[in-house]
């Protein structure tokens, strides 16, 4: 069974960075596509980024290229969201998720397991 749990959220000024790991404490992590995803209040749940089971291929939505970077390290069972630049309209509460299947997704509905959240505030 997977479980996901994430961390290093924090309270960050704007321009600052911050780098987000999620950790699976299954045994199956190499098998799943991840993702990255953030929820502001009384917004929708937003696509941030996802990547492939080896790491091989990436996809980041357009208000995060070139600031936000997403990898993954198989052997310690942890996807990574390096965001740097950062602006006060990405605070949110941030989740990984995994899907099965080897293509990437932005849907939500697309992923079978979720973490707890991380909180990342910015101030301006």
């Known amino acids: 069974q997977a479980h996901f749990v994430e961390s290093g959220g924090g309270l960050v000024q704007a321009g600052g960075s911050l780098k987000l790991s999620c950790v699976d404490s299954?045994?199956?992590?190499?098998?799943?596509?991840m993702g990255w995803f953030r929820q502001a209040p009384g917004k929708e749940r937003e696509f941030v980024a996802a990547?492939?089971?080896?790491?091989?291929?990436?996809d980041l939505s357009s208000s995060v290229k070139g600031r936000f970077t997403i990898s993954r390290d198989n052997a310690k069972s942890t996807v990574y969201l390096q965001m740097n630049s950062l602006k006060p309209e990405d605070t949110a509460g941030y989740y990984c998720?995994?899907?099965?299947?080897?293509?990437?997704?932005?849907?939500?509905?697309?992923?079978?397991?979720w973490g707890q959240g991380t909180q990342v505030t910015v101030s301006s």
């Open positions: 299954g045994r199956t992590f190499s098998r799943y596509g």
């Open positions: 998720a995994a899907r099965r299947g080897i293509m990437l997704a932005r849907s939500a509905a697309e992923f079978d397991y």
């Open positions: 990547i492939n089971w080896s790491g091989s291929i990436d």
